[in-house]
Every structure is written in C-alpha cells, then in structure tokens.
C-alpha cells in the first residue's frame, strides 16, 4: 500500500525567506504523480503544484517549486520569497495510475504541515 | 455555477441520528470521492465512485454508504451517527482517466456529533 509521509507538523518563515516542505512516500509502483495542496484557514483546497514520475524536470509554479527525487522518494516543496498569504496548510498527496495496482485515481493524502508565515 | 457545491456548510447532529450530506458538481467529472479530514491524520478516503451507477470502499467506509444515480450528485450517508464521525468531509472529483489530473475539492462540511 501507498504511504506518504509529512515530518513536519508545524514550521514557520519569515516574510520574504525561503522554506521548504518535506515529503516522503512509498510505493511499488513506477509511474505515479504527486501533488501539493494548500488549505488556508478558509477550509477550501487549493492545488499548488503536480509532479509526473516519468518527468525528470522538477515542476515550478511561479515562487512554488519543488525537488523530486525520485530513487529515495522524496517531494519537497520550496516556496520562495514567502507571503503572509501563503499561511496555510500544506498537504503532500499521491496518486497512481488509474487501475494500475488497484488505484482509483484517488488522493492519497501526508497528515499536513502547518506553514505560517510572520511579518 | 462551477465546481462542487457541498451542503450543509456545518451541522450538529446527535448521536444515533442518520444524515445524508449532500455533494453536486457541474464538471461533468465521471469520478468522485468522498474524504474525511482528522486533525493530525490529513484526508482519509471514505468511498469513491468512477461513474454514475458504480461505487467503492475506501480507507474508512464503516458507518457510511454512498450512491451515484446520476453523473452530478453523490451523496454521503451515515445511518447512525457516532460521536467518532465528528469531523469536515471534503467531496472531490476529477476527470476520468489515468493522467495527472486535478481533483477539485468542494467547500467541505463540519460535522460535530454529540
């Protein structure tokens, strides 16, 4: 079965830094994608950025991006030059290819981490 | 409209009691999901459906069913609520088919079971 991992429950930047999100996960299939959501306190999920497997190139989505490494399955998400809009929760996800070791193109979901962002 | 309406926004419910919530969307999306989200657990799968007239089990179906009559509505139903079910229920749904495709999310419902 599929596992994603979030180690960091709770972390915090300064307006304008850097920070990076930490996601692991574990799976026995080849080709797969990952996801980064975001959900502010308003509760709504909002998608930040999506990873292909079969893409070597890190995906990038204006001051999101992230670090695939696919071998050690790991999907870190880098958010530069940090806003106050950007406190929220950020959730990694996993899903396989639909009907490819019994997927149903569902979301397989990190517990979260917890970003705030200080003026 | 467009996306997923979700209704109710928020409700308390008493234990025992059954409750349908109720998700729409305007998409055309043949798959939905049903996802309860747990301080600390993230989002579990509850019960999907890849199109009208079929669905499935997920992650944590007990104490909940679902149906899919149409392509637009999938409704949630917990026969006899327990206080264990307190939680936000998200639907979601996306296109059918194997890319990497978005899951919209509806607004949620916060359900509080006493």
């Known amino acids: 079965a599929q596992t994603v991992t979030q180690s960091q429950p709770e972390m915090s930047v300064q307006e304008a830094e850097t920070v990076t999100l930490s996601c692991t996960y574990d799976?026995?299939?080849?080709?797969?994608?990952l996801f980064w959501y975001k959900q502010p306190p308003s509760r709504q999920m909002i998608l930040v950025i999506r990873?292909?497997?079969?893409?070597?190139q890190n995906a990038t989505e204006n001051r999101f991006s992230v670090n695939f490494q696919k071998a050690a399955k790991s999907f870190s998400l880098k958010i530069s030059d940090s806003q106050l809009g950007d406190t929220a929760m950020y959730f990694c996800?996993?899903?396989?290819?639909?009907?490819?070791?019994?997927?149903?193109?569902?979301?397989?979901f990190g517990k979260g981490t917890k970003l705030s962002v200080k003026p | 409209i467009a996306g997923i309406t979700q209704a109710p926004t928020s409700q308390i419910l008493a234990a025992g009691r059954r409750m349908t919530l109720r998700c729409t969307q305007d998409?055309?999306?043949?798959?939905m999901y049903w996802y309860r989200q747990d301080l600390g657990l993230g989002l579990r799968l509850i019960h999907y459906?890849?199109?009208?007239?079929?669905?499935g089990k997920g992650e944590v179906p007990d104490g909940y069913s679902v149906s899919r009559a149409n392509t637009d509505d999938f409704p949630l139903t917990l026969a006899s609520a327990v206080p264990s079910q307190t939680s936000v229920y998200f639907c979601?749904?996306?296109?059918?088919?194997?890319?990497?495709?978005?899951?919209?999310f509806g607004p949620g419902t916060r359900l509080t079971v006493t």
């Open positions: 979601a749904s996306r296109e059918r088919g194997s890319g990497p495709y978005e899951q919209y």
């Open positions: 799976t026995s299939e080849n080709n797969y994608y």
């Open positions: 990873q292909e497997a079969y893409k070597q």
């Open positions: 996800a996993f899903t396989g290819l639909l009907n490819y070791g019994g997927s149903q193109g569902n979301l397989i």
């Open positions: 998409m055309r999306h043949n798959a």
């Open positions: 459906s890849n199109t009208a007239g079929t669905t």
